[in-house]
């Protein structure tokens, strides 16, 4: 069977190894650093409100459920603004820079609970484009939605303000997963290179995988035993030497 690590063993292998961890775990902050800020392209978004009314809603009384019938219609709105009646319009106001998909997966509805507001949302890599996209979205459904359902009005509650700081990468939240996956790889491969490494380190190896008798230990001598040492075999040898050469035994 094989041998199995504790808990204790596991914190000694990477107390040991300590160096591997930390150096991967700031590698990993390195890497992310770097790709964050020279790799990464930043996104920008960019956000309109608008609140469209029903029939009947400019009368002094409102009931309930034609509120909650202009809520469930913010559903067809959104099919709407994503309609190719909408995109069509916005790509060729845009001089046809961009295909129908494109334009779409960068254009986003979003809606609250039990609110007749909606935002039209747009990301993309240049904060001043998405901020056009998104009042062009909004204007051109404000146009063409008449003609389409009847509706009483369309009122743009908020346009789109350019927005220079970068909803991602997240620069914090990328350190963070890169000091993590660094730190666990440290860890691995710390228990790796302690399982690899053959040597004896211990006479328990001797005595537990073994099965050797151990006999005693041989002490390790320090730095300063060992220079008295070679001092005194320095001396020894000078002194025969001179004995030596006065005709001495």
């Known amino acids: 069977m094989m041998n199995t690590i504790g808990m204790v063993d596991l914190f000694k292998m990477l107390k040991k190894r300590w160096w591997v961890i930390l150096l991967l775990s700031l590698m990993g902050v390195a890497l992310t650093t770097a790709l964050t800020n020279y790799v990464l392209t930043p996104r920008y978004s960019s956000t309109t409100q608008l609140l469209v009314s029903g029939q009947g809603m ?36 845009l001089g046809n820079t961009m295909s129908d998909v494109e334009l779409q997966q960068k254009v986003d509805v979003i809606t609250q609970d039990d609110s007749q507001i909606f935002g039209i949302k747009v990301i993309d890599t240049n904060p001043n484009r998405a901020a056009k996209i998104a009042n062009l979205m909004a204007a051109t459904f404000q146009d063409n939605i008449d003609g389409i359902i009847n509706v009483e009005n369309v009122a743009i509650l908020s346009k789109a303000k350019v927005n220079a700081v970068p909803i991602s990468p997240n620069l914090p939240l990328n350190q963070v997963v890169g000091l993590l996956v660094g730190f666990l790889l440290g860890m691995i491969l710390s228990i790796i290179l302690e399982t690899m490494d053959k040597k004896v380190h211990d006479e328990k190896v001797i005595t537990e995988k073994l099965g050797w008798i151990h006999l005693g230990n041989i002490s390790e001598m320090t730095k300063s035993e060992t220079v008295s ?6 001396f020894t040898v000078s002194s025969n030497h001179v004995k030596k050469a006065l005709g001495g035994d």
Request: charged share 35%.
């Open 229 to 234: 040492e070679e001092k005194k075999a320095g």
């Open 58 to 93: 400019n009368t002094k009384s409102i009931e309930l459920g034609e509120i909650e019938t202009n809520i469930q219609m913010i559903n067809t709105y959104r099919d709407i603004i994503e309609d190719p009646v909408v995109i069509d319009k916005v790509i060729n106001e």
